[in-house]
């Protein structure tokens, strides 16, 4: 992996803007500008493309991996990688679903984000303390958890039909807005304004553009890995949650592969494997490019399959013009 | 560190090799397994039990032989396992299309394919060496980071698989391919022979040539070895397609055991071929590593599972297992170099 000793990528050059555009990059323009060309073409292809109904079925379908592409996008801003967030939704959705014979909502819903944030918090020290490529310590918690998640099932599905607030996190909606929506745009909100306005947010590009300047500076590097390894734990519980809420039972085998789709959206999004660059507002907008085309392709009767190869091709197209100044890609 | 009594004047008859690999943990992890195999079980030590192991130990050896070059140079390959199915079908969809246009029909009833297999076979080993070639060249030239490059391929692999085979699976009716995946040389599968073989090849070349050891200097600092004079995008571009080749062979031998491909196989092989090349002590950081190590965290993995699965141990728990040993042999490693470098 790149992250680890010596830098041999630069970054691309950034050009930054004054005032409050500062925060935007070059590639940012890009993909807002892929964006708008998308819904030119869904808008021509149906006219149906820009109703409230489908603009909310586009959004629904992409609220479980924007929400995890917030912590993905984070713990990548530092550097790390966290392959384990799939195992994580599943594993504190069966640990909340175990509860759901209490009846109790706030248990429930309670002890599925008390999980993940404890998964996360465990990720987060192997890597931040025992010093463990965040690629090899993720990658065997995303085995673990999600055998934990089958061997504390029993491999079965779980039903949460009794809790009525459980549900209506996936299937309700706030002033007609779907509540997944409303989350993924709240937290991505909460998000922009953690990274882009508070101490925090400052010392999580610090410590992933040059670490031990970060330290020099007296960030506390340790805990801000730890601390975004502890948010991806908690988006991922989140979004595994909406996913099975959404469909009313908790899969011990499910969201498959699902890191790496949400590991594509956050790098369409413009965040770097090298870290210290990346944005919540592109990641934000790379989920909505990938929910944009799947709506088109799915109106055009393409089928699923043929969809990934879509894609594939749509990430490598927004990734690669960024790329060519780069020294050496690692 | 406790090596250095181990080095000393006690073994001076054993050459550098034995004495290197007496003082290495993954040997003695390997003895461990194999006794307390032997011990609790009476199947393990059995001649059929060590043939299932080594047929185990050649697909998932030859995708971490393959990863391994990739990883010596600081690089990642996550699209072995949608490669090693997808050459095999691209392999078998080519040729049912050709053989109506040469007036025959080698595709019969029940997806069955029935016809030439050498020919199934070059498609599949060049399939290999194209997208590995794809990767290559997305990294070294146009300078994607090795992670998405292949993360894309890998995608877009799964998507074509299903496109390619409409969700059914194929079966392979061959003799010639049956041999590949039942027959044995003696008391080695045939399987496993081509393992040895690539092993073979890779550590003459890795480790026996000059320019094999360009990839450890390409791994250790890129910008000394380009520097130096070497061409480093070539032989970054040469570590993919031998890691696709491995892929695709690692196809052959995994379809020829199944007699079938099918889209959904082989998922989420890719970390398994990355943990078992951590294992061995390959870095990802690059520079370090060897085909030879690469071997032993095969059989060290391959072994332990096999113990678990003899022991009636459930998958579960199995997976349970490798994550475990693979985040506590990293972090185990990583805390004797840190005592090493003390």
Redesign the interface.
């Known amino acids: 992996?790149?992250t680890?000793?010596?830098k041999?990528?630069e970054p691309a050059a950034a050009a930054r803007l004054a005032g409050p555009w500062r925060h935007l990059r070059a590639g940012d323009l890009s993909r807002v500008v892929v964006l708008i060309c998308l819904v030119a073409v869904g808008q021509a292809i149906a006219p149906s493309f820009l109703s409230l109904a489908n603009v909310h079925v586009i959004l629904l379908a992409v609220a479980a991996i924007g929400i995890m592409a917030f912590g993905m996008t984070l713990v990548v801003i530092t550097g790390e990688?966290d392959l384990s967030i799939a195992g994580i939704a599943i594993l504190s959705c069966v640990v909340g679903g175990l509860l759901i014979p209490t009846g109790s909502a706030t248990l429930v819903i309670g002890a599925t984000l008390a999980t993940g944030l404890a998964v996360g918090l465990v990720n987060g020290v192997?890597v931040a303390a025992?010093?463990?490529?965040s690629?090899?310590?993720t990658?065997?918690?995303?085995?673990?958890a999600?055998?934990?998640g089958?061997?504390f099932s029993g491999?079965q599905a779980l039903y949460p039909e009794p809790i009525a607030a459980y549900l209506w996190l996936g299937r309700g909606d706030l002033l007609g807005v779907p509540v997944p929506v409303v989350l993924l745009l709240l937290l991505g909100a909460a998000a922009i304004i953690l990274t882009n306005y508070s101490v925090f947010g400052r010392a999580l590009y610090a410590a992933g553009g040059n670490v031990r300047a970060a330290e020099l500076s007296g960030i506390n590097v340790v805990g801000v890995r730890a601390t975004v390894f502890m948010i991806s734990g908690v988006c991922a519980a989140l979004a595994g949650m909406l996913e099975s809420a959404r469909l009313s039972y908790i899969n011990p085998a499910g969201l498959?592969?699902m890191e790496?789709?949400v590991?594509?959206v956050t790098?369409l999004g413009g965040a770097?494997?090298?870290g210290g660059v990346g944005s919540i507002g592109g990641t934000l907008v790379a989920a909505l490019i990938i929910g944009i085309v799947n709506n088109i392709l799915n109106q055009l009767g393409v089928?699923?399959?043929?969809?990934?190869?879509v894609?594939?091709?749509v990430?490598?197209a927004v990734?690669?013009p960024g790329?060519?100044?780069?020294g050496?890609?690692? | 560190m406790s090596t250095v009594e181990l080095s000393g004047p006690a073994a001076p008859h054993v050459g550098p090799f034995f004495a290197g690999l007496a003082r290495d943990p993954i040997i003695w992890l390997i003895v461990a397994i194999f006794a307390v195999g032997a011990l609790t079980s009476e199947y393990y030590l059995t001649a059929l039990n060590l043939e299932n192991l080594m047929r185990n130990i050649a697909v998932i050896g030859l995708l971490s032989l393959g990863m391994t070059v990739v990883l010596l140079t600081g690089r990642i390959d996550l699209s072995v396992a949608a490669l090693m199915i997808f050459s095999i079908i691209v392999g078998v969809v080519v040729m049912a299309k050709l053989g109506p246009a040469l007036g025959e029909r080698w595709l019969v009833r029940g997806n069955t394919y029935a016809g030439p297999i050498v020919p199934v076979v070059l498609i599949a080993l060049s399939t290999g060496a194209a997208v590995g070639a794809i990767n290559g060249i997305g990294v070294a030239y146009f300078k994607v980071a090795s992670f998405i490059m292949t993360l894309v391929t890998l995608t877009a692999l799964r998507g074509f698989n299903y496109v390619l085979t409409n969700g059914h699976p194929y079966y392979l009716k061959s003799p010639f391919y049956s041999w590949i995946g039942d027959a044995k040389i003696g008391a080695l599968p045939v399987s496993f022979l081509i393992f040895l073989a690539v092993l073979f090849v890779l550590m003459v070349f890795i480790n026996g040539t000059v320019r094999g050891g360009r990839f450890y200097a390409i791994g250790g600092n890129e910008k000394a070895a380009l520097y130096a004079g070497i061409k480093t995008q070539r032989y970054v571009v040469l570590a993919f397609v031998i890691s696709g080749v491995c892929a695709a062979i690692a196809g052959i031998v995994f379809t020829a055991r199944l007699k079938s491909v099918d889209a959904p196989l082989a998922a989420g092989y890719e970390l398994t071929a990355i943990a078992i090349a951590v294992i061995g002590g390959t870095a990802l950081s690059g520079g370090v590593g060897s085909p030879w190590r690469t071997l032993l965290g095969a059989v060290a993995f391959a072994s332990g599972l096999n113990l678990l699965a003899i022991w009636g141990v459930g998958t579960w728990y199995q997976n349970l297992a490798i994550g475990v040993v693979l985040i506590v042999s990293v972090g185990l490693s990583k805390m004797s170099r840190r005592k090493a470098n003390r």
Request: proline share 2%.
């Open positions: 992996m790149t680890l000793d010596d041999v990528a990688i192997l025992f010093g463990i490529p690629l090899i310590a990658l065997g918690m995303l085995g673990i999600r055998a934990l089958n061997i491999g498959e592969g790496l789709s590991l594509a790098v770097a494997l090298t089928s699923l399959y043929l969809q990934q190869v894609t594939a091709a990430i490598l990734v690669l790329m060519r100044h780069r050496i890609a690692k």
